[in-house]
């Protein structure tokens, strides 16, 4: 049984207005006993879309740590509150974001490709400005890179994330198609320790989508000898969280895993699923 849920977003984040305390109340309720809350730091990300300003996915730290430390302090008898950091990796950033995290004593950090050469794949321009497939390959290639160069996290955010807003009917992705990029990615994450956020967001919402990544994709992880998996449902509201855990937890036993991972202080627990 999944009782840890390692991805969740709250008024902290530039996309969400979820009431953190509201947020722990729905945990508490799904009978989860861990959680982990990972707000969005995406510095310098692109002004160009409407309603985004330049302060959009950047975080208020102080403020947001203490509001988990006093939230940590009122529910520690009933469930544990993880103070995590989602930071999106570009190659010019790797600096900023590397002292970020050093000046900050973060639980747990996700480290997500959110654009790809600066534009985000929510939007329909980025699909309309090349071919799917390129576009596919561009990412891939812009994550190895980014982890290559940036080294302060634990795993690595929704790898596959594309799926979720490319265009509806198309079948341009499978890990057979990207599979030398996709493995280069995993056999360096396995190589440097680091592990994958297996993410449920997909089940929340009227597509039917994989989980990302893909089962193929986990199943190679695991093949190739991965072991660390945080699962995450990447919840921005209280409805959300926890979204689809039991078919997380099928999925992960199908394909090899026995146990998930949380963290304290960056130092990995593993849980039996």
Not at 18 to 40: K, N, P, V, W, Y
Not at 157 to 186: Q, V
Not at 217 to 233: H, N, P, Q
């Amino acid at each position: 049984m999944i009782t840890a849920d390692y991805h969740m977003h709250t008024h902290h984040s530039g996309d969400s207005t979820a009431a953190m305390e509201d947020m722990i109340q729905s945990s508490i309720d799904r009978g989860l006993t861990d959680i982990c809350f990972t707000e969005h730091v995406d510095f310098d990300y692109p002004e160009c879309y409407e309603g985004v300003g330049k302060d959009t996915f950047t975080v208020d730290t102080h403020d947001y740590r203490n509001e988990v430390m006093k939230y940590r302090d009122k529910y520690k008898e009933k469930i544990h509150v993880g103070f995590g950091i989602e930071i999106g990796m570009q190659e010019y950033l790797v600096k900023e974001n590397s002292a970020y995290i050093k000046e900050n004593n973060f639980d747990f950090v996700i480290a997500s490709q959110h654009l790809v050469s600066r534009a985000d794949p929510y939007y329909k321009s980025f699909w309309d400005s090349d071919s799917i497939e390129n576009l596919y390959n561009r990412y891939f290639d812009q994550v190895y890179d980014n982890i290559s160069l940036f080294d302060d996290f634990d795993v690595l955010g929704h790898l596959d994330y594309l799926t979720r807003y490319a265009p509806e009917g198309d079948n341009t992705y499978s890990y057979e198609r990207f599979s030398y990029r996709i493995d280069k990615i995993l056999i360096y994450l396995i190589e440097h320790g680091k592990g994958l956020d297996f993410n449920s967001k997909v089940f929340v919402g009227d597509r039917v989508l994989p989980p990302n990544p893909c089962p193929q994709v986990l199943s190679r992880y695991k093949e190739l000898g991965g072991r660390i998996i945080t699962i995450g449902s990447d919840a921005h509201n209280p409805k959300a969280v926890a979204a689809g855990f039991d078919r997380m937890r099928d999925i992960a036993l199908e394909c090899g895993f026995s146990e998930y991972y949380t963290f304290k202080n960056r130092i990995p627990t593993a849980h039996s699923l």
